[in-house]
């Protein structure tokens, strides 16, 4: 989510300045589009700056799709430059209203732990796993940093590993064990004169490395598209030729359903779904020089859209509504036997 490149191969601030030129080209994106801005200020080392952006968004008459994400974020951002009272009461309030993306837990208990707070941290990311993960069901993608992170404060406590631990074990691919990566130790051999010990801590390292690349690889889902009933009907009187891709609304819903689940099936990981409509993709095909006909453009036109934030994570989260936007549970709709 955050930008990781090092502040000497990039002017920051100029990054961030040309992230709100482009948020007030396309408002529709201006959410995504300003965290990344602010994200770019804080490693510039201007963080009043960028918490002004996130009271901007907080601000804004327009509904923000993550506000506990932004709250979140400008917690962590405050507390990093002597605003502490005000972030621990951010952070209250954000654990307060429970939220269902995995995102703002992981936010501020990784405040609360980069600030030698590791009970509370602990207890963080404990409530949003338990919040968010169905026991009998897959650990979602997106909750995984989730019980990394949870995995990683229990072993700086010292705590005994439960089956979430065992979870986070199993979902970690690295060569290097979670274990060892979280060792309290490993401190110590960074100041070790043994070459061995040192050997050691370079493969950790560069296992960690690969993680990190791995994850950032795939800075947004595999997105699969959606339309809505009007949309859907819009597009093939529009262009009749997709008809052949659309044969009816409620085939194309359970297409989705079932293409998300083969994929995840196959060890695909983050995927998420992408709403689109006609509008919005007459431009994107006329972007491209081409017709909204030319059924080749429609996961172009998905990736597009999962690129610019505006993707759904699938599955949703326990408890909540399903992507088709029935108003049902997911669970009593197109989840029904997942």
Not at 180 to 200: I, M, T, Y
Not at 265 to 277: F, K, Q
């Amino acid at each position: 989510m955050r930008p990781d490149t090092p502040a000497e191969n990039v002017d920051h601030t100029a990054e961030a300045a040309r992230l709100e030129r482009t948020a007030g080209l396309y408002p529709e994106d201006a959410e995504a589009l300003l965290l990344q801005a602010a994200a770019h200020l804080e490693l510039a080392g201007d963080r009043p700056a960028a918490t002004a952006l996130y009271d901007s968004l907080l601000a804004s008459q327009t509904g923000l799709e993550n506000p506990f994400l932004v709250r979140a974020l400008k917690a962590s951002n405050l507390w990093e430059y002597g605003h502490e009272a005000e972030a621990r009461a951010i952070i209250e309030g954000v654990r307060a209203a429970a939220p269902q993306d995995p995102a703002p837990w992981v936010i501020v208990a990784e405040a609360l732990e980069s600030h030698d707070e590791l009970e509370a941290a602990q207890e963080t990311f404990t409530e949003g796993a338990r919040r968010l993960l169905t026991e009998g069901t897959p650990a979602p993608y997106s909750t995984h940093p989730l019980l990394f992170g949870r995995h990683r404060v229990r072993r700086m406590l010292g705590m005994g590993h439960d089956e979430w631990d065992m979870l986070a074990d199993t979902l970690h691919t690295s060569p290097v064990p979670l274990d060892e990566l979280h060792d309290p130790k490993r401190v110590w051999s960074l100041g070790s004169d043994n070459p061995a010990e040192l050997a050691a801590e370079i493969s950790r390292l560069r296992a960690e490395l690969g993680t990190y690349r791995q994850a950032l690889s795939r800075p947004f889902p595999v997105a699969v598209l959606h339309w809505s009933a009007p949309e859907l009907a819009e597009l093939v009187t529009a262009y009749p030729s997709l008809a052949d891709e659309y044969p009816s609304h409620d085939e194309h819903l359970s297409t989705i359903e079932a293409s998300l689940r083969e994929l995840a099936a196959s060890g695909t990981p983050n995927l998420g779904i992408v709403t689109g409509t006609v509008p919005s993709y007459e431009a994107f095909a006329a972007s491209e020089s081409s017709s909204p006909a030319d059924t080749t453009l429609l996961p172009q036109y998905a990736t597009t859209l999962a690129a610019r934030g505006r993707a759904v994570a699938w599955p949703p989260q326990r408890g909540t509504a399903c992507w088709c936007g029935s108003g049902r549970v997911y669970g009593e709709c197109h989840g029904v036997g997942a």
